[in-house]
């Protein structure tokens, strides 16, 4: 979806009147902190003491909040609430964001408000506390709200049937009615998103997660199984013959896939480096592809609209957010992609060529080959070996600088948190430059809260504490070189130098692009003796992230050369070259080295650069010749 586009359909959007039925309910988030708590004296039990509490929209409420942050031009809702201060609540809230309440039935008996409470302890939630579950919905309250909707459908664009609460429905023939005022409608937008009867209702673009889609054909599956991607278009397309109207499958990380009367759209999901929350991520795609479809996006750009707005939701942490236009649109401009989650994390199913051990991840007619004019290598782990251990010198400084002051008295809980927390970073970020992922720790600083915020440091300060400690170690490796102790041979990937020296007699110009300082970087090649053959130039982080990243080389070397993407490779061996790469359409080559012995597989390296977007994967460059055969073979 171009930028264009994006901005015509939240236009659109904002002339759109919307109905949404529902099992409206609130989410409430206690802070819990027993310092304070005391022993009751009538009891003698523990208090639970809650340091602050908070209220949001959930279920078809969060529906509705994510409805009013696009701004359309009118949202109704039409469900049950109880007469009860969360009821009040709300209400109250429904009515802040301009949505009309008057199709909710405030019921006097048998039912309160669905409320789900979250007692967040140290950071973690704890077991649930919800309110309503025995509701008991009568027969006049169905009936009240059946004729409200019923009324209010003319004069709509789309509506949204959201059940999500287990029994909420409790009269059977209430479904067969809806089923009724949708059949009378047929030229009206119906969108369901139903967890417990899905396949109650009849006429409608249904949306559901991969997990429901399995077991409305008949398969029953734990959380803990894992769906390949052809086994979910089956269970989609099954569903879309069965019911002749567009199938929309959640897949959480791995995105969303539909099947509608143009076949099957896949969009893949979204990589963050930041801790994610994903409740309410559904609520969110479920307003997201209403609005899209209303407004006249087709059912692929309807489910990249929505990948987008739930991509916002999950980065925000303990709390049912929303997705407004503008942080949309922000998202959209610069997506990172999760690609092929199913090659990447099982490795028998690497497609290798010929007898080589050069992976293929996709096909190689669906790679535009024999062009190559330009190639942006990554360093350090790509070619050099010379910082071999960073991370080993990266995590200790991480997990110090969150724990402060309780780095010696943190449980083994807070501490292999902690530890985890930041390998997941690293593995994610690696690439991008140092001072980025330093600000990265100083989000995770303030995201554990362990140190005061006048002693938290900023992104320079804690890359000096890291760079200290590597480049004492990188000196003295060089020093080795040096005094001929050890070879180039020694810190050098195999194969990279002949592999360089290659593409440099077939004409190809040479870019080192590094997330490393750029002194540092021009140092170290020239101490391995290949800085010469970078004839298109060496870069590096000079400490402004606006003036300098591996997007803006990737992207001058394609504006400044007038190139077509697939005249340029780009080689390396973290996700974020790779990514880059892929946006700017050329081919993205994985080196997925073991840095310790400097050849051969490094496996956890390889599901990363295939996540990342690689075309192919090599463990190093020791069978460059067919890689070279490859690369300037056409078609």
């Given at each position: 979806?171009?930028?264009?586009?994006?901005?015509?359909?939240?236009?659109?959007?904002?002339?759109?009147?919307?109905?949404?039925?529902?099992?409206?309910?609130?989410?409430?988030?206690?802070m819990m902190d027993p310092r304070k708590s005391e022993i009751s004296v009538e009891t003698g039990l523990q208090a639970q003491a809650v340091a602050k509490q908070s209220y949001s929209l959930g279920g078809a409420s969060n529906v509705v909040a994510n409805l009013a942050a696009l701004n359309p031009l009118e949202i109704r809702i039409f469900g049950a609430v109880g007469n009860d201060i969360f009821g009040r609540e709300m209400v109250d809230q429904l009515q802040k964001?301009?949505?009309?309440?008057?199709?909710?039935?405030?019921?006097?008996?048998?039912?309160?408000?669905?409320?789900?409470?979250?007692?967040?302890?140290?950071?973690?939630?704890?077991?649930?506390?919800?309110?309503?579950?025995?509701?008991?919905?009568?027969?006049?309250?169905?009936?009240?709200?059946?004729?409200?909707?019923?009324?209010?459908?003319?004069?709509?664009?789309?509506?949204?049937?959201?059940?999500?609460?287990?029994?909420?429905?409790?009269?059977?023939?209430?479904?067969?009615?809806?089923?009724?005022?949708?059949?009378?409608?047929?030229?009206?937008?119906?969108?369901?998103?139903?967890?417990?009867?899905?396949?109650?209702?009849?006429?409608?673009?249904?949306?559901?997660?991969?997990?429901?889609?399995?077991?409305?054909?008949?398969?029953?599956?734990?959380?803990?199984?894992?769906?390949?991607?052809?086994?979910?278009?089956?269970?989609?397309?099954?569903?879309?013959?069965?019911?002749?109207?567009?199938?929309?499958?959640?897949?959480?990380?791995?995105?969303?896939?539909?099947?509608?009367?143009?076949?099957?759209?896949?969009?893949?999901?979204?990589?963050?480096?930041?801790?994610?929350?994903?409740?309410?991520?559904?609520?969110?795609?479920?307003?997201?592809?209403?609005?899209?479809?209303?407004?006249?996006?087709?059912?692929?750009?309807?489910?990249?609209?929505?990948?987008?707005?739930?991509?916002?939701?999950?980065?925000?942490?303990?709390?049912?957010?929303?997705?407004?236009?503008?942080?949309?649109?922000?998202?959209?401009?610069?997506?990172?992609?999760?690609?092929?989650?199913?090659?990447?994390?099982?490795?028998?199913?690497?497609?290798?060529?010929?007898?080589?051990?050069?992976?293929?991840?996709?096909?190689?007619?669906?790679?535009?080959?024999?062009?190559?004019?330009?190639?942006?290598?990554?360093?350090?782990?790509?070619?050099?070996?010379?910082?071999?251990?960073?991370?080993?010198?990266?995590?200790?400084?991480?997990?110090?600088?969150?724990?402060?002051?309780?780095?010696?008295?943190?449980?083994?809980?807070?501490?292999?948190?902690?530890?985890?927390?930041?390998?997941?970073?690293?593995?994610?970020?690696?690439?991008?430059?140092?001072?980025?992922?330093?600000?990265?720790?100083?989000?995770?600083?303030?995201?554990?809260?362990?140190?005061?915020?006048?002693?938290?440091?900023?992104?320079?300060?804690?890359?000096?504490?890291?760079?200290?400690?590597?480049?004492?170690?990188?000196?003295?490796?060089?020093?080795?070189?040096?005094?001929?102790?050890?070879?180039?041979?020694?810190?050098?990937?195999?194969?990279?130098?002949?592999?360089?020296?290659?593409?440099?007699?077939?004409?190809?110009?040479?870019?080192?692009?590094?997330?490393?300082?750029?002194?540092?970087?021009?140092?170290?090649?020239?101490?391995?003796?290949?800085?010469?053959?970078?004839?298109?130039?060496?870069?590096?982080?000079?400490?402004?992230?606006?003036?300098?990243?591996?997007?803006?080389?990737?992207?001058?070397?394609?504006?400044?050369?007038?190139?077509?993407?697939?005249?340029?490779?780009?080689?390396?061996?973290?996700?974020?070259?790779?990514?880059?790469?892929?946006?700017?359409?050329?081919?993205?080559?994985?080196?997925?080295?073991?840095?310790?012995?400097?050849?051969?597989?490094?496996?956890?390296?390889?599901?990363?650069?295939?996540?990342?977007?690689?075309?192919?994967?090599?463990?190093?460059?020791?069978?460059?010749?067919?890689?070279?055969?490859?690369?300037?073979?056409?078609?």
């Amino acid at each position: 979806m171009t930028r264009e586009n994006m901005r015509t359909l939240l236009e659109k959007i904002q002339n759109l009147k919307i109905a949404v039925y529902g099992d409206f309910c609130l989410d409430a988030y206690w802070m819990m902190d027993p310092r304070k708590s005391e022993i009751s004296v009538e009891t003698g039990l523990q208090a639970q003491a809650v340091a602050k509490q908070s209220y949001s929209l959930g279920g078809a409420s969060n529906v509705v909040a994510n409805l009013a942050a696009l701004n359309p031009l009118e949202i109704r809702i039409f469900g049950a609430v109880g007469n009860d201060i969360f009821g009040r609540e709300m209400v109250d809230q429904l009515q802040k964001i301009k949505v009309d309440t008057r199709g909710l039935v405030a019921q006097e008996n048998d039912f309160s408000t669905y409320v789900f409470c979250k007692r967040i302890f140290e950071g973690e939630e704890q077991p649930r506390d919800d309110f309503g579950i025995y509701n008991i919905r009568s027969l006049e309250t169905d009936d009240q709200i059946l004729d409200n909707l019923k009324r209010a459908i003319p004069e709509v664009d789309v509506v949204i049937l959201n059940q999500q609460v287990p029994g909420s429905i409790t009269n059977p023939g209430f479904i067969e009615s809806l089923n009724e005022i949708i059949a009378a409608h047929p030229d009206k937008l119906f969108l369901l998103d139903s967890r417990h009867v899905p396949d109650k209702f009849r006429n409608v673009i249904l949306k559901t997660n991969e997990r429901e889609a399995a077991r409305l054909n008949g398969v029953d599956v734990l959380l803990t199984d894992v769906l390949s991607l052809p086994d979910v278009v089956g269970f989609a397309q099954n569903l879309y013959k069965k019911n002749n109207k567009p199938v929309i499958v959640s897949r959480g990380d791995r995105g969303m896939i539909a099947v509608d009367q143009d076949g099957l759209h896949e969009i893949p999901g979204l990589q963050f480096l930041k801790k994610l929350d994903t409740v309410g991520a559904g609520d969110t795609a479920m307003s997201a592809l209403a609005c899209a479809l209303a407004a006249g996006a087709t059912t692929a750009e309807a489910i990249q609209f929505a990948n987008f707005a739930a991509g916002v939701t999950v980065q925000k942490l303990f709390q049912t957010g929303t997705a407004n236009a503008s942080e949309i649109q922000k998202i959209a401009e610069d997506p990172d992609y999760i690609y092929q989650p199913e090659l990447a994390l099982d490795i028998r199913q690497a497609t290798c060529f010929a007898d080589s051990e050069i992976e293929l991840c996709y096909p190689l007619d669906a790679i535009e080959r024999g062009k190559v004019k330009h190639a942006v290598f990554d360093h350090d782990g790509t070619i050099s070996a010379l910082r071999e251990g960073w991370e080993k010198v990266m995590e200790p400084v991480m997990i110090r600088a969150i724990l402060g002051d309780h780095y010696e008295t943190a449980d083994e809980t807070l501490y292999h948190k902690v530890v985890n927390r930041v390998k997941d970073f690293i593995d994610k970020s690696t690439g991008i430059q140092t001072v980025v992922q330093m600000q990265g720790l100083v989000e995770m600083v303030k995201e554990f809260g362990l140190v005061p915020p006048e002693q938290v440091l900023d992104n320079f300060g804690y890359k000096k504490i890291y760079n200290d400690g590597l480049m004492a170690m990188v000196s003295r490796r060089i020093k080795k070189l040096e005094r001929g102790e050890l070879e180039v041979s020694d810190y050098a990937v195999k194969g990279a130098i002949v592999f360089l020296q290659a593409l440099r007699d077939r004409g190809v110009t040479l870019y080192l692009a590094s997330g490393t300082d750029r002194e540092d970087v021009e140092n170290e090649a020239r101490a391995m003796g290949y800085a010469d053959l970078f004839n298109g130039g060496i870069y590096g982080a000079i400490g402004d992230i606006k003036k300098y990243s591996k997007k803006i080389v990737l992207n001058n070397i394609i504006n400044e050369n007038s190139l077509h993407g697939s005249e340029l490779i780009t080689l390396g061996d973290g996700p974020v070259e790779l990514r880059e790469c892929r946006k700017v359409g050329g081919i993205a080559i994985g080196i997925a080295s073991d840095e310790i012995r400097r050849h051969g597989l490094n496996p956890e390296k390889r599901t990363r650069l295939i996540k990342a977007g690689a075309h192919i994967v090599v463990p190093d460059f020791s069978q460059y010749d067919t890689l070279l055969e490859i690369i300037f073979s056409g078609r």
